[in-house]
């Protein structure tokens, strides 16, 4: 059965892999992919690559451009003729659905995110004219168990987006080797108004540091700030590789994924971080108000805290010790988490392969 993986960004990206190395080996899987930041990246030679560089999604230029891409894609399946089509993110399967003269394949939708709105009323409005135009549409693949109840009627199958070569949690308990305590950011660096926040709480603070890993958009501007503020238990380290992951979650004690929480996909999404919490046995702040805050901190996996809230930041920099993080290192390690062959065979027997 040939299989096209339709995705909106290129080189790769992550979960698009995951979702590709889930079926078996007879299936013949290709991608079609937009190469939206004009990346240099050579293609491999299963993959079809889209032309056309754009720097937002939200603009008049995307929705523009989207109907080109959307002609792209239905000539290389007029081509290839696949049995199958996994098409990514809302941004993505929504103008395919509306705009693609091909009708007569099997779709699968890949729920990367819910709408992305803070207001309660624009989110219910997207999430009913999402509703309308994917009502063709039976079976659904998911990013997080909490995405469910909005897909109610649809053969859906959760497949978080679990850490590159996760079999099971290998990694010992953490200990804290001297008294200096090392909280993380590891991701795309947005929102600086949001860790502008951290960097003054913790600068307060001689026996903890910060670590920011990774770039994006809030880089120069959390840089600046740090200076400004002349702190010295801050660093950034920059770009990294998905494979220095389990280097990177050596050298932190508590990992910091606080996104804002007013957003309702935030509220509802299981975040890549969540998960690589579990898989290298490191303890996680999550803004509070989410599912995942609840769910983890009800379980003694983790902590919640209002992400926006200076004084709330600063009481549990204060009250954080060694003995608190080796309780919820110890809970996450006995923690039974998934392997991908668990996903392989949940995968098998949802399509039926």
């Known amino acids: 059965m040939k299989t096209l993986i339709i995705a909106r960004e290129f080189p790769i990206k992550h979960r698009d892999i995951l979702i590709a190395s889930l079926f078996p080996e007879k299936i013949n899987i290709e991608f079609i992919v937009w190469n939206r930041h004009g990346r240099l990246n050579k293609p491999d030679k299963n993959t079809y690559v889209f032309k056309s560089k754009i720097e937002k999604l939200r603009s008049i230029k995307f929705f523009l451009l989207v109907k080109e891409y959307v002609r792209f894609i239905d000539d290389i399946i007029s081509k290839t003729n696949p049995q199958l089509l996994i098409i990514s993110h809302y941004s993505l399967y929504l103008p395919f659905l509306l705009l693609s003269k091909k009708r007569d394949i099997k779709i699968i939708l890949d729920v990367h995110d819910l709408p992305s709105f803070n207001n309660i009323i624009s989110f219910q409005l997207a999430l009913l004219i999402e509703k ?6 039976n079976y659904l693949f998911l990013a997080s168990k909490y995405f469910k109840p909005f897909y109610s009627g649809k053969k859906t199958l959760v497949i978080d987006n679990i850490p590159p070569n996760q079999n099971s949690n290998t990694n010992s308990i953490k200990s804290i080797k001297n008294g ?15 860790y502008k926040l951290v960097i003054e709480c913790i600068n307060k603070f ?23 503020q002349n702190t010295n238990n801050v660093f950034f380290h920059g770009l990294f590789n998905k494979n220095e992951l389990k280097k990177i979650y050596s050298e932190i004690d508590l990992l910091w994924a606080c996104y804002p929480h007013s957003n309702y996909n935030v509220k509802y999404a299981t975040s890549n971080k969540a998960l690589e919490s579990l898989h290298f046995n490191t303890p996680c702040v999550f803004s509070s108000g989410t599912m995942l805050a609840k769910d983890y901190e009800s379980k003694n996996l ?4 209002n992400p926006i809230n200076k004084a709330e930041i600063i009481y549990f920099f204060k009250n ?4 608190k993080l080796y309780i919820v290192s110890k809970n996450i390690f006995d ?7 668990s996903y392989r065979q949940s995968l098998n027997d949802f399509l039926q392969l």
């Open 335 to 341: 923690v039974d988490t998934p392997s991908i062959n």
């Open 132 to 137: 309308i135009i994917i009502r063709n549409v």
């Open 320 to 323: 954080l010790n060694r003995e």
């Open 206 to 228: 001689d026996n903890l540091q910060f670590h920011f890993y990774g770039d994006g958009s809030a880089e120069e501007i959390l840089k600046d700030f740090s200076n400004k």
């Open 302 to 305: 983790g902590f919640s805290i």
């Open 180 to 194: 200096i305590i090392r909280i993380g950011f590891v991701g795309k660096l947005r929102y600086p108004d949001l």
